[in-house]
């Protein structure tokens, strides 16, 4: 408990500058802040407006996300086969509503679980692939999405490097008490680069990110509506 206090306490007092409007802007449905897991869902009938298909390397599919983070998505590719030849593909992008269902009612089927299906995949609603703004990736050769590239080459450089692209991992080992999904290392979710450089370097779940943003943002409403 100390140490989210403290955690949440450093990013308040880096996010000085941001003014309540500017993070209120940043966490409403469409914007790159969005939250979204089971506790926040998304309607059934939620759709992107601005759905495009990146222009990268894909195992399979029409890959779509929504245009912002695919120019990142770009980016982070370009870079990744330029300064390491290494050749990362898109395996899954925005994912609607029913497509979401039909996964997570396989994966019970398959575990046999409800409780270790929502561990692995998300109830629909409550997935950031139907925000558009997650991607997951793997690797050329790769055998699919396990815990196994986070162990590779590529997936060690994608965990050190997404942040400079707009990225962060969202779903680490350590974070499952909070975020209530085992380890991903292939899961990125675009925040925007200065968001994203904060959660690298404090190291936090986006749940934490956010709650220290509405911490903030309450505060400044308080001193606001103070006179002298």
């Not at 802040?33 to 759709?47: F, G, K, T």
């Not at 703004?133 to 590529?154: P, V």
Request: hydrophobic letters at 40%; aromatic letters at 10%.
């Amino acid at each position: 408990m100390l140490n989210r206090i403290v955690a949440i306490t450093a990013i308040i007092l880096s996010l000085g500058g941001l003014g309540a409007d500017t993070i209120a802007k940043r966490t409403n449905l469409g914007a790159s802040l969005y939250l979204v897991n089971r506790d926040y869902v998304l309607s059934q009938d939620y759709v992107p407006e601005d759905l495009v298909r990146p222009k990268v390397r894909t195992q399979y599919g029409n890959i779509t996300m929504r245009a912002e983070a695919a120019q990142a998505l770009e980016e982070l590719f370009k870079a990744a086969k330029e300064e390491h030849g290494y050749v990362l593909e898109a395996v899954s992008g925005y994912r609607s509503y029913a497509k979401q269902k039909a996964i997570y009612n396989r994966k019970i089927k398959n575990t046999g679980s409800v409780e270790k299906a929502q561990l692995l995949v998300a109830p629909p609603g409550s997935s950031e692939h139907q925000l558009g703004l997650a991607m997951d990736i793997g690797r050329k050769g790769g055998t699919g999405l396990n815990a196994g590239f986070g162990k590779t080459k590529e997936g060690k450089w994608v965990a050190e490097n997404v942040h400079r692209f707009g990225y962060i991992i969202r779903y680490k080992a350590e974070w499952t008490h909070i975020t209530g999904y085992a380890y991903e290392p292939w899961h990125i979710r675009y925040v925007g680069k200065e968001h994203a450089e904060q959660i690298y370097r404090r190291d936090v779940p986006l749940e934490i990110y956010l709650e220290a943003l509405t911490e903030a943002m309450l505060n400044q409403s308080l001193l606001g509506g103070i006179q002298p």
